[in-house]
Nanobody
Framework: QVQLVESGGGLAQPGGSLRLSCSRA??????????MGWYRQAPGRERELVAD???????TYVDSVKGRFTISTDNSKNTIYLQMNNLKPEDTAVYYC?????????????WGQGTQVTVSS
């Protein structure tokens, strides 16, 4: 019912930039979109929230990316972006797009397939 397709990952040098995109396709109306965001998971570590944006436009960032990453949305294209600047090796991870829907008063999570981001010289 909800498909999320990420793009834009790859290899960057420390200090470099990448921009991730996530396009959302909904086959039928299933509920209310609460928020969309980006999570990441590095090898041997738990998946963590990187940034999210609510349907009202409020944003949240994990402390480690504040001032370097920016999440934005293009509602006309059902797409969110993550602009990542001043990348560090510790940003290396698989990045997952997430959408949270409220369906019958319950929160449901949908995930993309993930895109690899590698920061290395």
């Amino acid at each position: 019912q909800v498909q999320l397709v990420e793009s834009g990952g790859g290899l960057a040098q420390p200090g470099g930039s990448l921009r991730l995109s996530c396009s959302r396709a909904v086959s039928i109306v299933i509920g209310r979109l609460e928020s969309m965001g980006w999570y990441r998971q590095a090898p041997g570590r738990e998946r963590e929230l990187v940034a999210d944006i609510t349907s009202g436009g409020s944003t949240t960032y994990v402390d480690s990316v504040k001032g370097r990453f920016t999440i934005s949305t293009d509602n006309s294209k059902n797409t969110i972006y993550l602009q990542m600047n001043n990348l560090k090796p510790e940003d290396t991870a698989v990045y997952y797009c997430n959408a949270k829907y409220i369906i019958s008063l319950r929160r449901n999570n949908y995930w993309g397939q993930g895109t690899q981001v590698t920061v290395s010289s």
